[in-house]
């Protein structure tokens, strides 16, 4: 009887510490803006990275990864001449796999402001 409670509270103390780490609180992109602003209208930006070599098991050199949001915030900010910050942000992920990895691209939309 104590063998199968270990082994339940065992599985059960697993399933939570995989699933635990699968989650992160939110993520500030941009400073809050100030209380008064000028809205230039929407736009939006993209950025792409790699997780490569080999096949999809063996995806473990990253290229371009880390900075993809902030690329794709500085692509939407570039599109509005004179903006500063972007407001009423979305952010979209994708992905896809070729050859010898894959590709995850970052999509950022939101109002640019100044």
């Known amino acids: 009887m104590f063998s199968k409670n270990m082994a339940i509270f065992g599985s059960l ?3 939570l ?3 635990g780490g699968c989650a992160s609180g939110p993520v500030m ?3 809050k803006p100030a209380a008064a602003y000028q809205s230039l209208g929407r736009v939006e930006g993209s950025g792409c990275g790699t997780m490569g070599v080999i096949s ?3 995806n473990f050199i990253p290229m371009g990864l880390n900075g993809r949001v902030q690329s794709a915030y500085d692509d939407a900010l570039a599109k509005a001449p ?3 910050a972007l407001i009423n942000t979305t952010i979209q992920e ?3 796999w070729w050859v ?3 590709t995850r691209c970052v999509k950022i939309s939101g109002e640019a402001i100044k």
Do not use: E
Request: aromatic fraction near 14%.
């Open 17 to 19: 510490l995989v699933l």
């Open 94 to 96: 994708d992905w896809f």
């Open 82 to 84: 004179g903006a500063t």
């Open 56 to 58: 999809t098991a063996y």
């Open 100 to 102: 010898v990895g894959t």
């Open 13 to 15: 103390g697993a399933t």
């Open 29 to 31: 992109v941009a400073p």
